[in-house]
């Protein structure tokens, strides 16, 4: 399969890869579309409440598993106790396709995530530097983004601190992280508004990260 970027994936650290203007934009669109209908209730889109009795600024919808801190059920147990709502399987083949175009077909072959988190992001939101500990499965996570730039650090499996590298993600962009850097810490430290395109009809920032949770 050849790849669907321009410019050829950068290595941020190893496992970790950076493949700009991958998503082409009726994909973007459709993205768009569909998180508008994820976002609905019931099961839709919130803030989620950490343990300590904060809301993170960045809102929330799940789908195939809901995520909290720091579990995985399939019921929105700190909201409204609906069922999440499915893993389309289009979503699912999506990144498949993205694996594929990093890690390489075999990877691929394999890969069959079972949870997306789609966050949304307004100007204000930012995501603080955590690692993805919660999957049983050491499977990539694929992540997508759609709408406004934003600042990416990537960091180290090992701490917060350095080394860390930031990188500007735009729209179309993808990043997948696997192998040495599954578990490596990283977070969104500012979103700037009216820089995604505006044919798109999406004001902030819309990601989607897909992974194998390794539960049943």
């Known amino acids: 399969m050849q790849p669907l970027f321009d410019r050829p994936p950068t290595e941020v650290s190893p496992g970790a890869a950076h493949a700009p203007a991958w998503l082409p934009f009726d994909e973007q669109r459709r993205l768009v579309a569909a998180w508008r209908e994820w ?36 019921t929105v147990d700190d909201g409204d106790g609906s069922p999440v709502k499915p893993l389309p399987a289009w979503l699912a083949d999506l ?3 993205a694996v594929d175009a990093v890690c390489g077909p075999e990877e691929a072959a394999v890969y069959q995530p079972d949870v997306a988190l789609v966050n949304y992001y307004d100007e204000r939101a930012r995501m603080g530097l955590h690692a993805d500990r919660d999957e049983r499965s050491p499977a990539p996570v694929v992540s997508l983004s759609v709408g406004d730039r934003c600042t990416f650090r990537f960091g180290n499996p090992d701490s917060r601190g350095r080394p860390w590298t930031d990188v500007e993600l735009a729209s179309g962009d993808l990043f997948v992280f696997g192998g040495p850097a599954r578990l490596a810490y990283h977070g969104v430290l500012r979103t700037v508004s009216g820089t995604g395109p505006p044919e798109l009809g999406l004001t902030g920032r819309l990601n989607v990260t897909l992974r194998e949770s390794g539960l049943r």
Not at 49 to 64: A, F, I, Y
């Open 95 to 97: 990144g498949r396709r």
């Open 39 to 74: 976002a609905e209730p019931p099961a839709g889109m919130r803030h989620t409440r950490m343990r300590g009795g904060g809301e993170m600024s960045v809102q929330t919808v799940c789908l195939g598993w809901h995520w909290q801190p720091y579990r995985y059920s399939r």
